[in-house]
């Protein structure tokens, strides 16, 4: 996707679906150098995937929009209410045919994945009748009674739906990493009882050393205060801390040029800090606590300093933050192993659910042992059958042969001549040929009977 730096960026609920799309760069690159180099015209970008379910179709409508002057000039000068109140959408009115019959192709080939997933989800369980129609109505970014033509309420939807689903990606964020806390808890609680007590006193105290040793590192600056931008201005920029100006740095940190610190810039100035806590080659550092603490980091700051809840932060922002007494002098910053993170009740809850879970699985575990012995049982039984059918052939060729009567082949001939019998063409021939009378004086021989003379 090309870089929106002709959008502006105010316009969250359109660009939202954007602000994780923007490439973020490690702290640690020279921005004096990124700067000089500066951004080729038309060259594309790769950017991380939003984690929506229709992160592809969304990126494409936005790419087909951008190529309209006259739905990229109304956008310049929306303000979010009119985004919210769908506004803006009616504008897709004016665009141009070409763009509108893009826009048309996207959402049919949008409305036949989806109904291509439907169908293999629901042959998956061996449904039938199969109503694609009235499932698409469980998804929101698109108008489903109208599959063919995009039009402005499938904008509106779309908006809104990545919009919502977006905001809400950070919650989901956080109950799963709850969920996963729980488990490594609820997994070390199981394995402790499967040990002797000498060997459970051993592992507990392991545990609590390591707990201890993650514990024992230098102090985490608040995120967003002075102190923890200026470690970031001297330690990664390289400048003089006693030089400090917020207007440079954020400059230097808004990588893309467009004015404004996203939520990918503004997570990469908290990898010094993060770095004090979290190193991969510790077995008592976990990653995935680097990455929830890295998510609170980026929240705090955006409730702190992002005025408009657009999910950017403006240099206009950011320096009415600076001015702040919290911004001076800050609160101590509580890193994740200094909070509880679930409480006993929480986690007796998790594994009753994790047991209800195992039982199901359990009885249908049962279920299919129990259908696989049925099916070994008819495959035996069929077996058992099919060694009767040819036991009982082979008895009656057996039989056949006893009473004189050749077996018969595969397709029923007679393996054997019965005595006396000839093929056509084996029979014998005569001097004269055919049946001419022998010639005077010769005496025909007498035939030699097969079967035995009686008395």
């Given amino acids: 996707m090309k870089r929106l730096s002709v959008l502006p960026q105010q316009c969250l609920l359109l660009m939202t679906c954007l602000l994780m799309a923007l490439e973020a760069v490690p702290i640690d690159i020279d921005k004096t150098k990124v700067k000089a180099e500066g951004h080729v015209e038309g060259e594309k970008v790769e950017n991380p995937d939003t984690g929506l379910y229709y992160d592809e179709y969304l990126r494409q409508v936005i790419d087909v929009l951008e190529t309209d002057k006259h739905f990229r000039e109304k956008l310049q000068t929306a303000d979010i209410e009119e985004i919210k109140s769908g506004k803006l959408s009616r504008e897709l009115d004016l665009v141009s045919h070409h763009v509108r019959t893009r826009l048309d192709e996207l959402k049919r080939q949008e409305v036949a994945r989806l109904r291509m997933l439907i169908k293999a989800k629901m042959d998956s369980v061996q449904d039938t009748g199969i109503d694609h129609q009235a499932l698409l109505k469980q998804f929101e970014h698109l108008n489903h009674q109208n599959p063919?033509?995009?039009?402005?309420?499938?904008?509106?939807?779309?908006?809104?739906?990545?919009?919502?689903?977006?905001?809400?990606?950070?919650?989901?964020?956080?109950?799963?990493?709850?969920?996963?806390?729980?488990?490594?808890e609820h997994e070390r609680r199981e394995y402790l009882k499967t040990l002797d007590e000498e060997k459970r006193k051993r592992e507990e105290s392991k545990f609590e050393e390591m707990k201890k040793k993650h514990g024992d590192h230098p102090k985490v600056h608040h995120p967003g205060?002075?102190?923890?931008?200026?470690?970031?201005?001297?330690?990664?920029?390289?400048?003089?801390?006693?030089?400090?100006?917020?207007?440079?740095?954020?400059?230097?940190?808004?990588?893309?040029?467009?004015?404004?610190?996203?939520?990918?810039?503004?997570?990469?100035?908290?990898?010094?800090?993060?770095?004090?806590?979290?190193?991969?080659?510790?077995?008592?550092?976990?990653?995935?606590?680097?990455?929830?603490?890295?998510?609170?980091?980026?929240?705090?700051?955006?409730?702190?300093?992002?005025?408009?809840?657009?999910?950017?932060?403006?240099?206009?922002?950011?320096?009415?933050?600076?001015?702040?007494?919290?911004?001076?002098?800050?609160?101590?910053?509580?890193?994740?192993?200094?909070?509880?993170?679930?409480?006993?009740?929480?986690?007796?809850?998790?594994?009753?659910?994790?047991?209800?879970?195992?039982?199901?699985?359990?009885?249908?575990?049962?279920?299919?042992?129990?259908?696989?012995?049925?099916?070994?049982?008819?495959?035996?039984?069929?077996?058992?059958?099919?060694?009767?059918?040819?036991?009982?052939?082979?008895?009656?060729?057996?039989?056949?042969?006893?009473?004189?009567?050749?077996?018969?082949?595969?397709?029923?001939?007679?393996?054997?001549?019965?005595?006396?019998?000839?093929?056509?063409?084996?029979?014998?021939?005569?001097?004269?040929?055919?049946?001419?009378?022998?010639?005077?004086?010769?005496?025909?021989?007498?035939?030699?009977?097969?079967?035995?003379?009686?008395?």
Avoid at 153 to 181: G, P, Q, V, W
Avoid at 235 to 255: C, I, M, Q
């Fill in 148 to 184: 063919d033509t995009f039009e402005p309420k499938d904008l509106d939807m779309l908006i809104k739906a990545a919009t919502s689903d977006l905001e809400n990606y950070d919650k989901t964020r956080h109950e799963e990493f709850k969920k996963y806390e729980m488990m490594k």
């Fill in 225 to 455: 205060s002075k102190d923890q931008l200026k470690e970031v201005w001297e330690e990664a920029d390289g400048l003089d801390p006693n030089e400090f100006d917020p207007k440079t740095f954020f400059k230097l940190h808004d990588v893309n040029n467009d004015g404004f610190l996203d939520e990918q810039e503004l997570e990469a100035l908290f990898t010094k800090e993060l770095e004090k806590v979290y190193d991969p080659k510790n077995e008592e550092d976990d990653m995935v606590e680097m990455e929830e603490e890295r998510l609170r980091m980026r929240e705090h700051v955006m409730n702190e300093v992002d005025i408009n809840k657009d999910r950017l932060v403006t240099l206009e922002e950011f320096l009415r933050a600076t001015e702040k007494k919290e911004f001076l002098e800050p609160d101590s910053w509580e890193t994740l192993d200094q909070q509880q993170l679930f409480t006993e009740d929480e986690l007796k809850e998790f594994e009753n659910h994790i047991s209800q879970q195992e039982d199901e699985l359990r009885k249908k575990a049962e279920e299919l042992q129990k259908q696989k012995e049925e099916l070994q049982r008819q495959h035996d039984q069929l077996q058992a059958q099919k060694q009767e059918l040819q036991q009982v052939v082979k008895q009656m060729e057996q039989k056949k042969l006893q009473q004189g009567n050749p077996p018969a082949g595969p397709g029923g001939e007679l393996k054997i001549q019965p005595p006396g019998e000839h093929k056509a063409g084996d029979a014998p021939q005569h001097p004269a040929g055919g049946d001419q009378p022998l010639p005077p004086g010769h005496v025909q021989e007498p035939a030699v009977r097969s079967d035995p003379v009686h008395p």
